[in-house]
């Protein structure tokens, strides 16, 4: 099996490569958006591994992350299904003396991905490794639930592609986006799509305004202009509600009495349609005893969208 296998592959070889040629030559086709495609790296996504996944849990994972890595636009992406089926398509027009343009990618990028379970915490991490020298990046956060891990899928996907060097041709979305140099309150005033745990956001020409939290409560919030920076930030006492579904009622209370306010330091996007920055905020940390541990040194990426005027 293994040698018909292997003469298949000489054959495909034969067949659709029987002269090398280079994927940005000045020969290769006229169309600009098939050379841009050609010139992407490939990248090869894995599906989603860890201890007590559900069936279609891990599916739904890697289709989440498919889904935000090909929103990036930087790479051909594939998984090892496609890989499988581009080569049985080859195998079968090998067989059939058919002449395919069909060939099995080679991933230049490998990502994969885990979910893990920590106390009553899930680890989710994902890993990106370079496969001609065996370089890794990593991201990994602690999630209290399966919802705010897939929540959160886009934002570390970005994230675990921002921190790679430029030299593997990968770049920050983030960083691409323009800055305005002189904000202002009157600039940043409207609806907002907020982040986790945040369903809405409302920024009033006086700087008052107010968060509209996944457990429906409502957040007071004041915005100041701190030089080039848009400082968003928590304007009334701590609530219980304001740590809920995330936390059970006990937990959340022990939270807001402990955790600093929470707030935001922004820029904005040149267009006005993007709040982009680090929120300050608590992480919260729950054993199985029940006890819970407070981080107030704790930041993280953010990014709001304008909603309507």
Do not use: H
């Not at 289709?63 to 299904?81: A, G, H, P, Q």
């Not at 499988?84 to 003396?97: D, F, I, N, S, Y």
Request: charged content about 25%; aromatic content about 8%.
């Amino acid at each position: 099996m293994g040698g018909n296998r292997t003469l298949l592959l000489a054959a495909i070889a034969c067949l659709f490569f029987p002269f090398p040629r280079s994927a940005w030559s000045e020969d290769a086709p006229s169309d600009a958006s098939q050379r841009v495609s050609d010139a992407l790296r490939v990248l090869r996504i894995e599906e989603c591994k860890g201890v007590g996944l559900q069936e279609g849990e891990s599916a739904a994972v890697q289709n989440l992350i498919t889904s935000y890595v090909v929103e990036l636009k930087m790479f051909r992406v594939i998984d090892s299904k496609g890989q499988e089926l581009a080569l049985r398509e080859a195998e079968t027009a090998v067989q059939l003396g058919v002449a395919k343009d069909i060939s099995p990618l080679v991933a230049d990028y490998v990502l994969a991905s885990s979910m893990d379970s920590i106390g009553s915490q899930i680890v989710f991490s994902m890993d990106v490794v370079k496969a001609s020298t065996g370089e890794k990046k990593s991201v990994s956060e602690f999630f209290t639930s399966e919802n705010d891990l897939l929540l959160s899928v886009r934002r570390l996907t970005r994230k675990l592609f921002e921190k790679q060097d430029e030299s593997t041709a990968i770049s920050s979305p983030l960083q691409a986006q323009a800055r305005n140099p002189a904000p202002s309150i009157s600039l940043i005033s409207g609806n907002w799509k907020g982040d986790k745990n945040l369903d809405r956001v409302t920024i009033m020409a006086n700087g008052k305004g107010f968060a509209v939290l996944a457990s429906g409560r409502r957040m007071a919030l004041k915005t100041t202009i701190e030089g080039d920076s848009i400082i968003i930030a928590q304007d009334q006492p701590n609530s219980p509600d304001f740590y809920r579904p995330s936390l059970d009622y006990k937990s959340a209370k022990i939270v807001a009495q402990g955790a600093r306010p929470w707030r935001w330091k922004f820029s904005l996007s040149i267009d006005g349609n993007n709040l982009t920055g680090v929120k300050e905020s608590v992480f919260v940390t729950v054993s199985q005893k029940g006890e819970v541990t407070l981080d107030n040194n704790y930041v993280r990426d953010a990014v709001w969208t304008r909603l309507y005027q």
